[in-house]
Structures are given as C-alpha cells and as structure tokens.
C-alpha cells in the first residue's frame, strides 16, 4: 500500500481520453494520423511540469523519456511501455469521459445514446467496483482505455518517483508509441535511443493479470481475378470476382475456426476487410494461434477453401499472400524467468493474487520481445475495450501504479 500519496492517475486519464488519437489501417504515413502526434506533445509537456528531464519525441510520434537511476548499483534498464493510439474498430472523436463515483451496483444508461447500456449481468466484473469509482464513455464513441490508462499509469509512477527522490532505484525509461492498433507499434522505434534491457506494457485488463503470452500472427491477402465484361452483354463472358469472393465468406466454418466461436488457447481465421469491383476483389484475413506452427496448417486450409471455390471459375484465378505479423512473445521471455518472477514479487507485495493468462491479441511487448526487449504486460484494469460500452475501475489504475512502483523497487533489491 503506497502511503500518503495522492494518485493523478484518474485525472490524466480523463483528459488524455479527450484527445482524438485514433490510428488508420489504411494510411501508408507513419505515424498513420498526425493527431497521435498531439497526445504524444502534450505527455512532453505533462512530463515537464513533473520534472523529469531526459525526454525527447521525434517525427514518427514517439516518446522516449528516462528518470535517472539514483542508486550505487549496477541496475538494468526497466522500461514501461504504452501506446497513444485507439483502435479504428469504433469512434475516437470528442469523447466524452463520465465519472461515476461510489458506483452502486446498477446497470449503467450512457447519456448520448440510451441504448448503449453498460448491464452487469454482461460485464459481472462491475461487481468488482461497487462502492468504487469507475469511468465511461457518454455512448457515442470509444472511451480509449485502450491504451491511455497504460499512458495515465505510467505518468504516475513517473510522478511518484520524482516526488520521492529518497526511493532507490536503476535507470527508468517510459515509451510511449503510436499506432499498436494497426500493428505498427514499434516500426520505426529507436532501440539505441532506447536504451533499455527489459521491459513491460501496460495494456491488460482485469486486476492481478499478468501476460507474458500473446497470440502468433500471420496476414493474409487473397486477391481475386475476375472477368469484366458490360453487364448488358454479360452472359457466359462475366466472371464476378465480387460474388466469387462473397461464395468464399460463405463456405467458411460456422462452429469453429473464426472469433466468435473460439476461446481461451484456440486459434481462429478472421475476415476483416473486404473489397473490389467485378474484375477484381480482395480479401484481407488475420490467422492467430498460440502454436506459431498451427498457423501454417490454419493458412493452408483457407487456401483449400478458396481452391475449392474457384474450381468452378475455371476463367477466374486468384493469389494468395501471407505476411508475417508477429510471434509469440513467450518463447523470448521464457529465456529470461526474473523478468516475470520480479513482477509477480511486485503483485504480491501489491496484495494481489497473481493470474497468469495468455492474451487472445498481441501488443507492442510481442515484437519488442522478439527486437530483443523481453516484455511482458501488466494490467490496467480496462474493459468492453474497442466499444462504446468500455470501461474502467479507478482502483484498479491505482493498483497498476502501485505495481510499478514496487517493481522498480524489486529490481533495484535483486540486482
């Protein structure tokens, strides 16, 4: 329990919620959206006015920041990572965060539409948060908990150790990244200017989770070469590549093999955009798995699929592309335990019960790990995340902050 400490945490999170940082799949720029940029100036300022002093930001809108080490030690470099950017999946813009103080245990009605309803028999974890304060969107946008507590923690933490200069510790470093979203996170990091030797994310969910496993990742791009002609004069002449690519929607599983009919360590194949004219079409899927080599066995059954539907165009054809996303980061953490050992002591000396699960998703730890940065993910109590029904206990933001400040303090003691 960290004593006579008032947390900021909350407060920050609020306003930064309100900065539309939204990332853009679809943009070749990096960072995807210019306006990431303007969360990433303002945590500048924000960690000016806290006193931190090693900072800079560049053009791709990333920040990097560092709280010296005030210990005789010989300490690794810890850093602490989030990302700016909210998911393209639900509106980013002018939102509008609500407090509900002393939440009562009610099914909570957002003002700006009526039928977005946050019902506990939904989302029991509100159970959690009775008598506790939780945030909200206002039910036309996202809240952005994702990741913006992950920003609103750090910066406490960051707070915290600059107000008590008396804690020991190693060097401290804080990255904040754009555009995790859309799987760019760390594209054009700067590892050198880095300079860190282990790391975490703050980009977890309920209280006490701890990942230090995330899905393996492939795309894929299946491009469909239909026959044009005029509509008019079609017959036995038009192939419609649309139509073609809609047969192949169609003939995917409808018990297994996509999200919504899978959990916990099952894998799945997931349509996420569609598009084209009658000449041509696109497909565009993700393959996730936890076994990087099912990925393979998952990749050659869609093709099968497609195969078999485009035997009876014998005039269309199509292509089939798989690009690389990323692995899963348990088989680099695996080979350094004291990175998750230090943490689980810093739950522990937090009160909490330590609950280990995989993450059904990636984050920026999946790729640092593999760019030689272990990185594991530690909670910030986010829920109903990329949703108009996406909330956030405050207590449990509190807790994460409490969590960091112990880990630090850990692997000060351990080194």
């Known amino acids: 329990m960290i004593e006579n400490y008032k947390f900021t945490v909350a407060e920050r999170f609020m306003r930064y919620v309100q900065i539309d940082t939204q990332s853009d ?4 720029s990096f960072p995807s959206t210019e306006k990431q940029k303007t969360l990433s100036v303002l945590l500048v300022d924000e960690l000016t006015a806290i006193g931190v ?3 800079e930001t560049d053009e791709y809108g990333y920040v990097y920041a560092t709280i010296s080490s005030n210990s005789n030690k010989k300490i690794p470099s810890i850093c602490f990572c989030s990302h700016v950017d909210t998911a393209p999946d639900c509106s980013g813009t002018n939102v509008k965060p609500l407090l509900h103080k002393d939440y009562k245990g009610e099914d909570i009605i957002l003002p700006d539409d009526v039928s977005q309803v946050l019902r506990v028999k939904d989302y029991p ?6 008598g506790s304060s939780i945030i909200t969107a206002s039910g036309n946008t996202l809240l952005g908990a994702d990741d913006k507590s992950g920003v609103a923690i750090i910066m406490d933490m960051a707070n915290y150790f600059i107000l008590h200069p008396e804690i020991k510790h190693g060097n401290i470093k804080i990255l904040f990244t754009p555009d995790e979203e859309v799987g760019r996170g760390t594209a054009k ?3 050198k200017k880095l300079g860190a030797d282990f790391a975490y994310t703050l980009d977890g969910g309920e ?3 701890l990942e230090d496993e995330t899905f393996s990742a492939d795309g894929v791009m299946i491009k469909i070469h239909g026959v044009s002609a005029h509509p008019g004069y079609a017959k036995n002449k038009l192939v419609n590549a649309l139509k073609i690519a809609g047969e192949i929607l169609a003939e995917l599983p409808k018990n297994e093999f996509s999200p919504e009919t899978t959990s916990h360590r099952e894998g799945f194949v997931h349509p996420l955009r569609i ?3 009658a000449e041509k079409a696109t497909i565009e899927f993700i393959v996730r798995d936890f076994i990087t080599t099912n990925l ?3 990749e050659t059954r869609l093709k099968n699929i497609v195969s078999n539907v485009l035997s009876k165009y014998p005039n269309a054809s199509f292509e089939f592309e798989v690009q690389e996303q990323y692995r899963n980061m348990k088989e680099i953490i695996d080979q350094y335990p004291e990175v998750v050992a230090f943490a689980k002591l810093a739950y522990e000396r937090a009160g909490l019960t330590v609950v280990k699960e995989p993450i059904r998703g990636g984050t920026d730890g999946s790729r640092l790990s593999f760019m030689g940065l272990p990185c594991p993910n530690i909670f910030t109590g986010m829920q109903a995340i990329h949703s108009k029904l996406e909330w956030i206990g405050v207590k449990d933001m509190e807790k994460s902050v409490e969590v960091l400040i112990n880990l630090v ?3 000060e003691e351990k080194s």
């Open 125 to 130: 974890y509100l159970k959690e948060h009775i």
């Open 296 to 298: 393979k066995m998952h």
């Open 189 to 191: 990091l700067d590892l």
């Open 207 to 209: 209280i006490g989770t």
């Open 53 to 55: 002093t090693a900072f």
């Open 409 to 411: 303090q850990v692997w």
């Open 275 to 277: 598009e084209g004219i």
């Open 25 to 28: 799949p679809q943009s070749n």
